[in-house]
Structures are given as structure tokens and as C-alpha cells.
């Protein structure tokens, strides 16, 4: 059986670091995980995404259309982008958080009545899809962590916290400190333990 997790932000965000601790901690327990990522060309506050692919045996990386059983989304506009990949009533993880394009921001000096969409209208779209979406203001979580860069991992604390998940939260407090520079291995801890008990 495979477990699939589909993540989405824009560049910056630190989705790369949420696949190289899943990966190692995967590794460790003998688990098979595949993932494609699409990074590089997105730059910073470029849309960005990964396929993360866990199991016992897992042949291809890529996540069909319709299978995710999560959708993690660091930015709320991108969650709806990638929706098409989660399952019907399958879990999101979403990040309160809007990142306005450059070109909405412009459109928008030009001409003030223009808004750009609410999270609001993002929760009925994705509500379509399915109804176990767990909104988390990662942002406030990560500062109480002592870092706001922690983000992401508090999304991934989250994650360990879904039903079906295959790996332990105390699994992946074990990898951190291998991956983070030293000086952030506490608030990275803090921060999924944060990110955990918010679910």
C-alpha cells in the first residue's frame, strides 16, 4: 500500500526540507518512498511542488490525478492550484497564509477595486473536494517556536498527526538534527511538536 502526501507552496517556503526529513526518516525504518519535485525554476515566491511517495514498494514518483491522500499546502492559492491530486475527502493541511503575485499586487495599484481572492473563497472551493481541511496559522506557531522560518515543519508535525500517516513524530525528531544547521535544531523540534498538538 502507498501513502500519498502532495505538498505545494511558492519558493522560499521550505518544501525541499519537509522531503529530506520524510526521506531519511522513511530510510531509517525501512519504508520506500519516492518523490518528484519541481524546484529551481520556481525562485523565490515562484509556485512550487513536490510528490512524495511512501510504501513498501513504490514504482513511480509521480502522484496520480485523484489519489493524495493529503494535500499540504504552505500557501493557500497554491493548495487549490494542485486540489486535483487529493482523493475525494482526503486531508489538507493548510497554511493560513496568502501570498499576493506580483502581477495581482500591480494589477491591483492600477486599479484598487480589484481584490484578489480570500481565504474564504479558497475554503469553499477546496470544501468541494473534501470537507477535513485543518486550517493552521504556521506563521504565529513558528515565531512561538523562536523561528519564523519553522513554518513548514510545523506543517509536517501536523502531518504525523493524521490518521494513516506511516511514520511516528518521535521518527522524525530523530532525523532533524542531522538536517538542520545546529543553531535551529531546537526551534525545528519545537516547531513540529507545535505543529502536532495544533491537529
Not at 519535485?37 to 490525478?65: C, F, M, N, W
Not at 500557501?75 to 475527502?89: G, M, Q, S, T, V
Not at 497554511?95 to 484578489?116: A, D, G, M
Not at 504565529?140 to 523562536?146: I, K, M, N, P, V
Amino acid at each position: 500500500m502507498t501513502y500519498n502526501i502532495m505538498t505545494c507552496g511558492v519558493g522560499g517556503q521550505g518544501l525541499m526540507l519537509v522531503s529530506n526529513i520524510l526521506g531519511q526518516a522513511c530510510a531509517e525504518q525501512g519504508l520506500e518512498i519516492r518523490t518528484a519535485e519541481v524546484h529551481g525554476l520556481a525562485q523565490r515566491s515562484g509556485s512550487i511542488y513536490t510528490h512524495i511517495r511512501i510504501g513498501d514498494k513504490v514504482y513511480s514518483p509521480l502522484i496520480p490525478y485523484g489519489e493524495a491522500d493529503v494535500l499540504l499546502g504552505m500557501e493557500a492559492i497554491e493548495a487549490l492550484r494542485y486540489i486535483e491530486f487529493l482523493k475525494p475527502d482526503g486531508n489538507i493541511i493548510l497554511n493560513n497564509y496568502l501570498w499576493y503575485p506580483v502581477q495581482s499586487t500591480f494589477e491591483r495599484v492600477k486599479n484598487p477595486e480589484i481584490s484578489y481572492i480570500s481565504i474564504e473563497k479558497i475554503l469553499e472551493q477546496l470544501e468541494k473536494v473534501s470537507k477535513n481541511i485543518h486550517m493552521i496559522d504556521a506563521l504565529d506557531l513558528a515565531h512561538q517556536a523562536g523561528n519564523p522560518l519553522t513554518s513548514n515543519v510545523v506543517l509536517l508535525g501536523a502531518l504525523t498527526n493524521i490518521d494513516g500517516f506511516p511514520l511516528k513524530i518521535e521518527q522524525l525528531k530523530e532525523i532533524i538534527p542531522r538536517i538542520v544547521p545546529e543553531k535551529a535544531i531546537d526551534a525545528n523540534l519545537k516547531a513540529l511538536l507545535l505543529g502536532f498538538e495544533s491537529k
